[in-house]
């Protein structure tokens, strides 16, 4: 099993930076693919960017420039470093582990984008 907690959420004006944490309770290093995700009111939820234990790394269109996704084996956290913040970034945002065929959710970041 693997428990995550995100933090770094926060109020931000737009074009703005924030940097989100993910602490897993373990290792990442053998964790086969660590995720963020995020869901704003009224829509899905949607992956907005992820990495596997290989470094091999992804986007959603919207965010490439702008969000960079890295991990620190040693600290066992996943990053996600957001800038150029929009409002349309407004969102709970998630992290996911995804370990021999399971998923494992953290709590949520509420991450806010407004002037």
């Known amino acids: 099993q693997v428990q995550l907690v995100e933090s770094g959420g926060g109020l931000v004006q737009p074009g703005g930076s924030l940097r989100l944490s993910c602490a897993a309770s373990?290792?990442?290093?053998?964790?086969?693919?660590v995720g963020w995700y995020r869901q704003a009111p009224g829509k899905h939820r949607e992956q907005v960017a992820g990495?596997?234990?290989?470094?091999?790394?992804r986007y959603i269109d919207y965010v490439k420039g702008r969000f960079t996704i890295s991990r620190d084996n040693v600290k066992n956290t996943v990053y996600l470093q957001m800038n150029s913040l929009k409002p349309e970034d407004t969102a709970v945002y998630y992290c996911?582990?995804?370990?021999?065929?399971?998923?494992?959710w953290g709590q949520g970041t509420q991450v806010t984008v407004s002037s």
């Open positions: 373990r290792s990442i290093f053998s964790i086969y693919a």
């Open positions: 996911k582990a995804t370990d021999f065929g399971k998923d494992y």
């Open positions: 990495i596997t234990s290989g470094t091999s790394i």
